[in-house]
């Protein structure tokens, strides 16, 4: 759960220009035009190794496009993590 936080964490950083990390490098926006929830879905990749699978840039996917638009768009860090703890908090508590 702690690594999974710290990298939803990572990527809200690396989309809203807290890191000194270029987007584009580690991670694609999705371009199909099908962004029901938020504007900031990525791409997910071939990958062609089980080492692949496990890299950051593959195992953040999932977790991220599957966030609700407010908290994607949190306007700073702390916003974003409350919001993230109170969604997966509610996520926890209906399974």
Excluded: C
């Excluded at 990525?42 to 496009?65: G, M």
Aim: glycine residues 4%; charged residues 30%; proline residues 4%.
């Amino acid at each position: 759960m702690y690594r999974r936080r710290r990298d939803m964490i990572q990527v809200y950083k690396i989309f809203h220009d807290l890191e000194d990390i270029p987007e584009n490098s580690l991670l694609k926006l999705a371009d199909d035009g099908i962004r029901i929830s938020h504007r900031l879905k990525l791409k997910k990749p071939r990958h062609r190794t089980a080492f692949r699978k496990q890299s950051f840039s593959l195992r953040v996917i999932k977790d991220w496009n599957g966030l609700p638009g407010e908290v994607v768009t949190a306007p700073n860090l702390n916003v974003f993590k409350n919001g993230l703890d109170r969604y997966w908090a509610t996520m926890t508590t209906e399974t």
